[in-house]
């Protein structure tokens, strides 16, 4: 049976305040296990906020090593961390953040045959990668281990995410049939912040029960003249991936 600390009821005081969230929610999220792939831009977001949220036990998945070029949006990282392991970075600073928490880094880049292996124990599956053909592995794991998957993806000052529940919602080759052409996008580091915080909120929500999540809903933010908007996802009946 799960407990909280003394510590724990100081630590999350101003959301176990939250009315309707208490106590019981504080508890939901100290037990869960996520796994977040990748430590870029939205990994950054995803990580500190639960993290800081309390999720008991965070496990990152990333195989590269930090590039200058990452640090207009990878605020895990400092200029000293050039060259050194995204993964045990991260988890480096996340202890600083929050020592009382299970975090593990694995260096691994992701793959079909390894990701099986990868989410072992986790109950919930961030998508923070920057490709689709990963996605593609995290969303048909996703779905054969049957662990709900938190979607980002950013371009420029656009973001989108939604939140995929296996045999519930319609996947992400359901949204996404075929790769997108172009892979490597440019990308304001604020708004990889934004959307990072929104898939954080959706795990929190997740776990707690609190609200309604991003189910066949694709949320599409333009940042630079704020518009938003809900798109209606419908599955594919035909879908390779989701076919049940
Ligand atoms: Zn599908």
Not at 26 to 52: D, I, M
Not at 56 to 63: E, M, Q, V
């Amino acid at each position: 049976m799960i407990s909280l600390t003394e510590k724990d009821m100081l630590r999350y005081k101003r959301q176990i305040d939250i009315p309707g969230f208490g106590i019981r929610a504080q508890k939901r999220l100290k037990r869960a296990q996520v796994t977040v792939a990748g430590a870029g831009g939205l990994g950054s977001a995803v990580l500190t906020y639960l993290a800081a949220a309390g999720i008991g036990n965070i496990t990152i998945i990333d195989s590269d090593k930090v590039e200058l070029s990452n640090l207009n949006r990878q605020t895990l990282y400092q200029n000293k961390d050039t060259n050194k392991s995204k993964a045990q970075r991260a988890v480096n600073t996340l202890k600083q953040l929050n020592p009382d928490i299970e975090i593990h880094g694995i260096e691994a880049q992701i793959n079909k045959d390894n990701i099986e292996g990868l989410l072992k124990g986790a109950k919930a599956l961030v998508d923070c990668v920057d490709n689709f053909h990963t996605r593609y592995v995290l969303n048909n794991a996703a779905l054969k281990q049957d662990i709900p998957l938190f979607h980002g993806a950013c371009y420029g000052f656009e973001g989108r995410a939604t939140t995929i529940v296996p045999k519930k919602t319609a996947c992400l080759r359901c949204m996404v049939p075929v790769t997108p052409r172009k892979e490597v996008y440019p990308i304001i580091g604020s708004v990889a912040g934004t959307i990072g915080t929104i898939q954080a909120t959706e795990v929190i929500k997740y776990f707690t029960g609190a609200g309604s999540l991003l189910l066949n809903k694709l949320l599409v933010l333009d940042s630079l003249f704020w518009r938003s908007e809900l798109v209606d996802i419908e599955r594919n009946p035909g879908c390779p991936d989701c076919r049940r």
